[in-house]
């Protein structure tokens, strides 16, 4: 790796505890500190070392957060004129550059900067990124519009060219998953009996509640006798028992219903005409928010709920349904999903992951068949603060990158996928990875992605 405020040892500063801060006059900060310049490290590695490059670099610093980006451009050429190969001087040079929207001078510097910091600092990459984005943005709408001219052609009449359009056939299974939802599966059963198009089946597996779930269930099967088949054993987790429910059932079209949910009483008729109708395998619908007692939350009122309408109403902007998966589980939820039981065979059904178990069955399906977004809002999502996606933010993100980099390092072994549109590299090219990084991924995809790609801008390579 190349020098670096870590390992340059020319002129070095005082060993002593405390130096004075230069980004909070008056105060000093200790050697063993992080640094202030921002890089992560501790003063004594970072700014504690080469005391002209130091001065240069902090003024530096200060004037382009300060906005005085000539001045900032002047600064960083002073440092790197002593220390040419000083990525940290690089990488700010290269963001001055990205800032005013010079990128043929953007893209190098920060090229050469993330190659030097290699894995040390993943920011570097995360600006490169940026920066590749923005230069094969400029191609990515001519792209898009190809790759949906195509797949209209390949999907023309189901995929039948001269053919009849398909009929909405097939039966349909419910099925529920339960833990520990006492409180709403009156709720939810009903919601199930109300639908206008009913359902042919209806399968309940309780994984081992404690609240008495099991009891409640009961009483609405001797209520409905013959309607409801349940099932009652130990907890083996959400995804396990959606797969097992899903085993069971003997409907083509499959619909899970979380126990803690309802359905408008239009759920199934509008998405059996939507998806079987449309000769589609698989889609979602919109979804409605409601609170602990069922009430519609109103727009303003939850930051998280506000999040997640933007991320359903988003969809419309993105290249297509399956490409939108990258940027965040537009589903919403396991329950709003509507697909083939053959589509749940053919990808294994779903993983055992507890908090992305519906967003991963998402990302596998669009490699087979392009979802379709049904707009009508059918499924009532409850927000109860006892969700599980709320249960540790940390543990659902870390499971969430896990899950991309399995995604994005399997791409380039995965094949030519069986969608048109599907999130790949082999229908993208290079508008696949620009999307990625778009969502936040930069730091998840495989090694070398984002600098090849930079290559290839800076060569001014077509995707």
């Not at 499924?379 to 933010?393: A, K």
């Not at 620009?434 to 790609?453: D, K, M, Q, S, Y």
Request: hydrophobic residues 40%; proline residues 6%; aromatic residues 6%.
């Amino acid at each position: 790796m190349a020098a670096s405020f870590i390992d340059i040892a020319s002129t070095a500063m005082p060993d002593h505890r405390d130096v004075p801060d230069p980004f909070a006059p008056g105060r000093s900060i200790g050697r063993n500190e992080r640094c202030p310049c921002g890089s992560g490290r501790r003063h004594k590695t970072c700014c504690g070392r080469d005391a002209k490059v130091v001065a240069r670099m902090q003024a530096a610093m200060l004037a382009q957060r300060a906005g005085a980006l000539d001045e900032a451009r002047a600064l960083y050429g002073e440092v790197l004129a002593r220390a040419p190969e000083l990525p940290d001087a690089l990488h700010m040079l290269g963001l001055i550059d990205l800032t005013c929207g010079d990128l043929d001078s953007a893209l190098p510097r920060l090229l050469a900067s993330a190659r030097r910091f290699g894995d040390a600092w993943l920011p570097a990459r995360q600006s490169l990124g940026t920066a590749v984005a923005a230069a094969h943005g400029v191609r990515a709408m001519q792209q898009t519009r190809s790759r949906w001219f195509d797949a209209r052609l390949a999907s023309a009449h189901g995929g039948a060219p001269g053919g009849a359009p398909p009929v909405a056939g097939g039966s349909i299974s419910v099925v529920i998953p339960s833990y520990n939802h006492a409180r709403y599966l009156g709720e939810a059963i009903a919601s199930v009996v109300a639908q206008t198009r009913p359902a042919d089946e209806v399968i309940v597996i309780d994984d081992g509640s404690t609240d008495g779930s099991a009891d409640v269930l009961a009483s609405h099967v001797r209520e409905r006798p013959g309607a409801i088949r349940l099932i009652t054993r130990e907890n083996r987790g959400a995804a396990a028992t959606i797969n097992e429910a899903i085993g069971l059932a003997g409907g083509e079209w499959i619909n899970i219903l979380n126990s803690d949910d309802r359905f408008p009483p239009h759920r199934l008729a509008t998405m059996h005409a939507a998806i079987a109708g449309t000769g589609a395998d698989w889609g979602y619908s919109r979804v409605d928010f409601v609170d602990d007692a069922g009430r519609a939350i109103a727009p303003g009122t939850s930051d998280w709920v506000d999040a997640h309408r933007r991320l359903i109403d988003g969809v419309g902007a993105c290249d297509s349904v399956g490409l939108a998966f990258l940027e965040g589980n537009r589903a919403i939820s396991s329950g709003a999903l509507y697909f083939r039981r053959s589509l749940w065979q053919a990808l294994g059904g779903f993983a055992d992951l507890r908090y992305n178990h519906d967003w991963d069955f998402c990302l596998r399906a669009t490699r087979l068949s392009e979802p379709r977004f049904v707009a009508t809002p059918s499924y009532d999502y409850r927000c109860h603060g006892r969700n599980t996606i709320l249960e540790s933010r940390e543990r659902a993100r870390a499971e969430c990158d896990a899950m991309f980099r399995r995604w994005y390092g399997a791409d380039r072994e995965s094949g030519r996928p069986g969608s048109p549109l599907a999130p790949s590299s082999a229908v993208w090219g290079d508008l696949y990875a620009v999307r990625a990084i778009g969502a936040g991924h930069a730091a998840l995809l495989p090694p070398g992605t984002i600098e090849r790609l930079a290559e290839r801008a800076i060569a001014g390579a077509h995707p």
